[in-house]
């Protein structure tokens, strides 16, 4: 086996056992504080659950220090090729954070931030991320010409990303939410999927995209940009799929 093989097995568990862990912070993020919380949180951290005891608290305001002047305190910035995080789902957040931090995505800014974070701080900001409700982009001059939108509409289906990614396209769990996404991030993301410049966690975006060629990406990725948000959406929602 090789080394490369062996480290990303390596890499996967490290990433599940994260993710595992963020799914217990999330259930417990938000809770009242009680006296005897500390007790019991040290209880749960050696059953592996987060060693924050409250990490919507703890990393809330480094989200507004260290994150919000990119990605805006909303999680719907407008720095250019800046992703929106408003809505995002936290288990895709710590994957994604996970990789940069590991190398396997790269962006120099973003690629800067992850590397210093612990992997408490993985799961302190994406226990953040999932607490952030959907934003819609703000409105157009004019409404998106429907042609346009029936095209997207219809490659989406064609090619199984609204089977993924869901109906509405607001994703859930490790499969992000793409409808209401900035349209400049995901045009380069998904040509960065096709070739290969963004690895992907799974190969399923890889495969997904192979066939279908870049002018259609990039209808995709003016489509997703404009469906229709529902405001104030739980990054969790239970309509969220797969
Ligand atoms: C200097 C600007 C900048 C700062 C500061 C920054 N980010 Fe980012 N972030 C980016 C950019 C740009 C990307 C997209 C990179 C790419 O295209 O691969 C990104 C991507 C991400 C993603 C992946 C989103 C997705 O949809 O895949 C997450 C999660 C994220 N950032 C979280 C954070 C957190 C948490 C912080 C604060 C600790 C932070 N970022 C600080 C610029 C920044
Ligand atoms: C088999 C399930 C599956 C299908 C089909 C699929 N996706 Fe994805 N998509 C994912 C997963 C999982 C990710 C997370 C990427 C990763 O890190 O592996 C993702 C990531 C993305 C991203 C990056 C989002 C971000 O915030 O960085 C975009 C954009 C995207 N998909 C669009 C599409 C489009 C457009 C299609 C149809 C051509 C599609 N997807 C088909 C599962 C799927």
């Not at 659950?49 to 919000?68: E, I, K, Q």
């Not at 090729?81 to 962006?107: C, D, K, M, W």
């Not at 509405?168 to 900035?182: A, E, H, K, M, N």
């Not at 040509?191 to 259609?216: I, L, N």
Request: aromatic residues 6%; contains cysteine; proline residues 8%.
């Amino acid at each position: 086996m090789s080394v490369r093989r062996v480290a990303r097995i390596a890499g996967a568990a490290l990433a599940s056992a994260l993710l595992l862990t963020a799914s217990a912070g999330a259930q417990t993020a938000g809770a009242p504080a009680k006296p005897g919380a500390a007790r019991a949180a040290k209880g749960a951290a050696s059953r592996g659950a987060p060693a924050v005891a409250d990490p919507v608290a703890t990393y809330g305001p480094r989200f507004a220090s260290l994150c919000a002047a990119c990605h805006g305190a909303n999680g719907r910035g407008n720095m250019p090729g800046t992703p929106v995080l408003a809505g995002q789902h936290g288990f895709y957040a710590i994957t994604q954070l996970f990789l940069f931090r590991e190398g396997r995505r790269s962006n120099e800014a973003m690629t800067a931030v992850a590397k210093t974070m612990t992997d408490d701080d993985m799961r302190g900001f994406a226990a953040v991320i999932d607490t952030l409700p959907a934003v819609p982009a703000p409105p157009q001059p004019t409404a998106p010409d429907p042609a346009r939108m029936a095209k997207g509409r219809e490659l989406a289906v064609q090619h199984k990303c609204a089977f993924c990614h869901g109906d509405d396209l607001s994703g859930g769990q490790q499969v992000p939410r793409i409808g209401g996404q900035s349209e400049e991030y995901m045009r380069e993301n998904l040509r960065g999927f096709k070739s290969g410049k963004r690895p992907g966690y799974t190969q399923a975006m890889g495969s997904a995209v192979s066939q279908v060629p870049v002018e259609d990406l990039d209808t995709l990725a003016w489509y997703a940009a404009r469906v229709p948000v529902a405001a104030g959406a739980a990054a969790s929602a239970p309509t969220a799929k797969r």
